[in-house]
């Protein structure tokens, strides 16, 4: 779109030439027409033009002098020439003022639109440029609370203000058109940044803060383009500081995120109207801490999924931004990594997004819960699988290494590493096979062994038999074998040999 103003002193002229631009094509959009040179100075302020076409003769600011102002306080709008006279004077103090071309009046049509033609290519390639340059300074704007001077001297916005919205929808496709539509019925200048899949920032710029109106407008054409899918859209405060790109994005996201908890196919908020007022809440998670460890330890999957519930409803009823839900979910997952041994190369096998990635992608409250819920009892259940395969030969591993090495520590931290289970879990499972606890099961070799060496080691000392067996503590091992044999080990030497 080119936009274009009018400045000639004769009415018809000025008038007619308006009509004969805009019947050419829709890209050619008239803006105003002017008397002379001082009116479109005065209004140039609100304003936004691309081409001047002004006559030379005029009262007040002639041609002349009227583009040698906007060449030095406008230099981005391009000038055009017409007169019906045709000394080289004229021409001459045109090239040099940086008009684009002189027109004889009457104007040739072919020779006008040629120019008109080549302007708006030579416009719209540098509109590219400039919006390529733009939008990549805006992206690294997000992830910056506190942008440098030098960072922010490098962005110049097309208007004094801009509006960050942020919308999010089941495709990516969607919500491109979205924008295509507002950019259509508004006319809006509107940057486009797609944080990731179906999650885009638009930066709508205005010469003033947007009304209730205009953002109520805006939401109605929203309305129509999302054509009855589900779609979150929200709308920032009006800024005209670039550095508070992000407080403005935070804000639009903010409003668009609690679309979550709405029912109706589309939600529309702005940051002012949001009904959900932000506040601290408190960390929802340490209640459900205890239990959770409790059915993680015994692998109870319906526990641990009806505590999830429970959690999820607190979150809820908080009405949790994703933010909050996205770190109760790690706090789960960190008490899993903690108690299951083999949950992280599990998890993580199963996990082929980041998590905050799946939860952004999720549309209602319910979404994200299934979601995390699901991959989560997924884990487990495989884990608990693969327990249920190796408890027919995990306690007898066990029993097998304690036999060979019973005069060393049986770290039980160690030993659950060796068959692959929790310490806890090996514990439980140990008793439950043998009736006994691997601590009783040390003892009970560590005595069987004690009493073959009595038996049939004469020569060495009882203090030496302790320490064969892991007991070097004489009194420790004499006390502790006459508790399980009944007797002292020189009562059950002497006895021996008898």
């Known amino acids: 779109m080119l936009r274009i103003a009018i400045v000639d002193d004769e009415v018809l002229i000025r008038e007619g030439l308006a009509r004969m631009i805009s019947k ?19 209004a140039l302020p609100s304003l936004h033009i691309d081409v001047v076409i002004t006559d030379i003769r005029m009262p007040q600011i002639d041609g002349l002098e009227l583009i040698r102002q906007l060449k030095a306080n406008h230099p981005g709008i391009r000038s055009l020439l017409m007169s019906g006279f045709v000394e080289f004077n004229y021409a001459r103090e045109a090239i040099r003022s940086s008009a684009v071309d002189y027109l004889l009046k009457p ?57 960050v919205y942020v919308l999010k929808g089941s495709s990516r496709e969607k919500v491109c058109g979205i924008a295509d539509s507002l950019r259509q019925e508004k006319a809006f200048l509107l940057d486009t940044l797609e944080v990731q899949k179906g999650l885009q920032a638009w930066i709508c710029y205005s010469a003033q803060p947007l009304t209730p109106e205009e953002s109520h ?23 005209d500081d670039p550095g508070k790109f992000r407080t403005a994005y935070l804000e639009g996201k903010l409003a668009c995120d609690a679309g979550i908890y709405s029912p109706l196919l589309l939600h529309y908020v702005t940051i002012r109207e ?11 998670f340490p209640p459900f801490r205890e239990p959770l460890i409790h059915e993680l330890q015994i692998l109870n999957v319906a526990g641990v999924l009806e505590g999830l519930h429970k959690l999820f409803s607190v979150l809820e009823l908080q009405q949790a931004y994703p933010d909050l839900i996205l770190r109760t979910c790690r706090q789960v997952e ?17 996990c082929s997004q980041r998590l905050e990635e799946q939860i952004e992608a999720c549309m209602t409250f319910a979404e994200i819960e299934e979601l995390f819920a699901s991959s989560f009892s997924a884990a487990l259940n495989e884990i608990r699988k693969h327990r249920l395969e190796m408890s027919g030969t995990a306690v007898e591993t066990v029993k097998r290494w304690v036999a060979a090495h019973y005069n060393q520590h049986a770290d039980l ?76 080990p020189n009562e059950y030497k002497r006895i021996s040999l008898v």
């Open 413 to 488: 931290n160690m030993l659950a590493g060796i068959v692959f289970l929790t310490p806890s879990y090996l514990s439980k499972l140990f008793k439950q096979e043998t009736g006994l606890t691997l601590t009783d099961y040390v003892i009970e070799i560590r005595i069987r062994k004690a009493k073959q060496l009595l038996k049939n080691a004469p020569d060495l000392k009882v203090h030496e038999i302790g320490t064969e067996v892991g007991y070097p503590d004489p009194a420790y091992f004499n006390k502790l074998f006459k508790k399980v044999v009944g007797v002292t």
């Open 24 to 42: 050419e094509s829709s890209t050619f959009v008239v803006t105003g027409i002017y008397p002379d040179g001082k009116h479109l100075l005065d």
């Open 334 to 350: 960190d008490t899993a990594r903690k108690e299951l041994q083999e949950f992280e190369a599990v998890y993580r096998k199963d």
């Open 217 to 239: 407008e805006i939401g109605e054409i929203i309305g129509v383009a999302s054509k009855g899918q589900r779609l979150h859209a929200g709308a920032s405060r009006s800024y």
């Open 107 to 163: 104007i040739n049509k072919e020779q006008l639109f040629e120019v008109l033609y080549s302007l708006e290519k030579e416009q719209k390639l540098l509109r590219e440029k400039e919006e390529c340059q733009r939008t990549g300074l805006l992206h690294s704007l997000l992830h910056i609370e506190e942008p440098s001077a030098v960072l922010l001297s490098g962005l110049t916005l097309p208007q004094p203000y801009f509006t």
């Open 274 to 284: 949001l009904q959900t007022p932000v506040q601290a809440v408190s960390d929802p």
